[in-house]
């Protein structure tokens, strides 16, 4: 636990250190912006909410969320750190889950910067914000979903650029198989599949938790979801460090 | 007490380390040699518990690597091969970084990363990223990570590569000093850096055991040595001067000079008095005359190329240069 603490302050440390923590929360923002006040119709909706704002969320995360995911194991892979990394006193848990909480923090300070948009709407009208807090959540919880797939494929490989398409692509599927398109591609299926592909779904999970219903399995889904792409990781680095 | 036995490490087809067995006491700074993809790396990663066996165990102070991983490494310091460390951070960010997985705090922290700082020489540095050293500053801070725990086991790869002469000296003398109670494993491709600090050596090749003794020892197996480097001043013909003496083996004539020898004795004798003897009653017009002390490359060669080809690996022999002098 102590060394976990270890590890994580070194990782964050090393965001703030390089100028990637700063890239990440600018674009975040401009983007999550441009998304909800272009593309969301924040101000002509006309309703006191975040809905527009946090509809966007998968999909931005969907090419950001890698980014940062991309080194957290292909960098120490890379430059032979790694091997520097696991001859010291550390558990391999104690590694996985310090890289990941660093990054994890990382996207919830991002998330938490986006706060002037959270008065915006508190000023503009009188929000349920009961409902903007448990969107915020999910928001963070969809994250880490995102953070782990990422953490798994960027052990996979040494090199960042494979490890960011590949968890785009994994991401991918697992924002798109609770929407529309794909479930309607299902109708031939029965209830039970379509019903299995959409629950493995970001999307129905996140649609749920931004509603304002703090459903324990939603939040549970997201909970099992990354410990499950972490304990890959930590045996996708157990078996593949030594290449 | 580092005890190896019958250790085998794969990587798919290919069998980098094979049934290795060896100890090492302490107080012994083993020189691991060995030529490229011989298994030396490999072997100091498993040891260090970065990569796992494939059959055989270690034990370090009586722990099993396998078994109680985290005890092991605590008794470890490790230079991994090429130094790798966090290049963002600055040498002290870094130091502080390994001093708190150390599990030191406060004072005691301070102390021992001012004492490491001062032995490796770091102080002109500690607040520069290790990104922007150069790579003799960057080996020396792979070092002082390697001992800021004053560890029992010292394991170090190729610790001198990269280091100019007057760095490669100061680190062999802190290995040196570092080594009193501890048992210290280098591994190496500069062969002077054996005979200069280590006290025994073991050669490896195709991931096998081929030579383990002092260096001293190693170099007396060479067929250099007990024998002689002779330059003449002028035409003679040694061969003619020498057919009487039973002692001398063969004589071998340098290809780029040919005034110079070198009389090899016929295994088990002494050549030198006799060459000496018979070079003054002979009157022979001698510019320079050596006793060969041995070489420990000449040796290094014989034993590692042998083993290349039994295992199949052509390679060029490197022309034999006579007439180094000792």
Not at chain 1, 16 to 34: C, D, E, H, K, R
Not at chain 1, 121 to 145: H, R, T
Not at chain 1, 180 to 203: C, G, K, R
Request: glycine residues 8%; negative net charge; charged residues 20%.
């Amino acid at each position: 636990m102590k060394i976990m603490g270890i590890i994580f302050r070194r990782e964050l440390a090393s965001y703030f250190a390089t100028p990637l923590a700063y890239v990440f929360m600018v674009i975040f923002l401009v983007m999550s912006g441009i998304f909800t006040f272009d593309l969301g119709a924040f101000y002509q909706r006309g309703q006191a909410d975040l809905v527009p704002f946090f509809n966007f969320h998968p999909w931005l995360y969907l090419f950001m969320i890698p980014a940062i995911a991309m080194s957290l194991w292909a960098d120490e892979r890379k430059t032979g750190t790694i091997e520097l990394l696991m001859t010291l006193p550390v558990k391999l848990s104690d590694a996985v889950l310090g890289k990941f909480l660093a990054a994890w923090v990382l996207t919830g300070v991002a998330l938490l910067l986006t706060f002037p948009i959270w008065i915006t709407v508190n000023y503009l009208g009188n929000p349920d914000n009961g409902v903007i807090i448990a969107g915020y959540l999910g928001s963070w919880l969809m994250a880490g979903g995102f953070l782990a797939i990422g953490s798994c494929m960027s052990a996979l490989t040494r090199n960042p650029v494979i490890a960011f398409i590949l968890t785009v692509a994994i991401c991918f599927v697992f924002v798109a198989s609770g929407s529309e398109i794909v479930l309607n591609a299902f109708t031939w299926a029965p209830q039970v599949l379509v019903d299995a592909i959409a629950s493995l779904s970001f999307l129905t999970h996140f649609d749920s938790i931004s509603k304002g219903v703090l459903d324990v399995r939603d939040i549970l889904f997201f909970v099992i979801f990354i410990g499950s792409w972490l304990l890959a990781s930590a045996i996708v680095i157990e078996i593949k460090k030594a290449n | 007490m580092i005890e190896i036995s019958h250790l085998t490490k794969k990587f798919d087809n290919f069998t980098a380390v094979d049934n290795l067995s060896f100890s090492v006491a302490e107080g012994e700074v083993l020189g691991f040699l060995g030529p490229n993809g011989a298994g030396k790396s490999t072997t100091m990663k498993v040891i260090t518990g970065f990569l796992a066996p494939t059959a055989g165990s270690v034990k370090v102070d009586g722990h099993d690597i396998s078994i109680d991983p985290i005890a092991v490494k605590s008794l470890i310091g490790y230079l991994p091969e090429g130094a790798p460390s966090y290049a963002d951070m600055t040498v002290l960010q870094f130091l502080d970084f390994i001093a708190d997985i150390r599990g030191f705090s406060g004072q005691e922290k301070r102390r021992r990363i001012d004492k490491v700082v001062a032995e490796v020489e770091l102080e002109s540095v500690v607040h520069k990223t290790i990104d922007t050293l150069s790579k003799g500053f960057k080996r020396r801070v792979g070092l002082a990570q390697a001992i800021i725990h004053d560890p029992k086991v010292l394991i170090l790869d190729e610790p001198t590569d990269g280091l100019d002469p007057n760095q490669k000296h100061h680190v062999r003398q802190l290995i040196r000093n570092l080594a009193k109670d501890k048992i210290v494993v280098i591994s190496t491709h500069i062969l002077e850096e054996v005979s200069a600090v280590c006290t025994r050596a073991i050669i490896i090749a195709a991931g096998r055991i081929v030579a383990d003794g002092t260096p001293k020892a190693l170099e007396a197996r060479s067929r250099y040595h007990g024998a002689v480097s002779l330059r003449l001043a002028s035409d003679f013909d040694l061969q003619a001067a020498l057919a009487g003496a039973a002692e001398v083996g063969s004589i071998e004539q340098n290809a780029e000079d040919p005034r110079r020898f070198v009389i090899f004795p016929q295994p088990g004798n002494q050549v030198f008095s006799k060459v000496l003897d018979l070079s003054q009653a002979g009157q022979w017009p001698v510019a320079e005359f050596h006793l060969v002390e041995g070489l420990l490359e000449d040796y290094f060669r014989s034993v590692t190329q042998a083993t290349a080809a039994k295992a199949g690996v052509s390679e060029a022999p490197v022309g034999q240069q006579a007439g180094v002098t000792a």
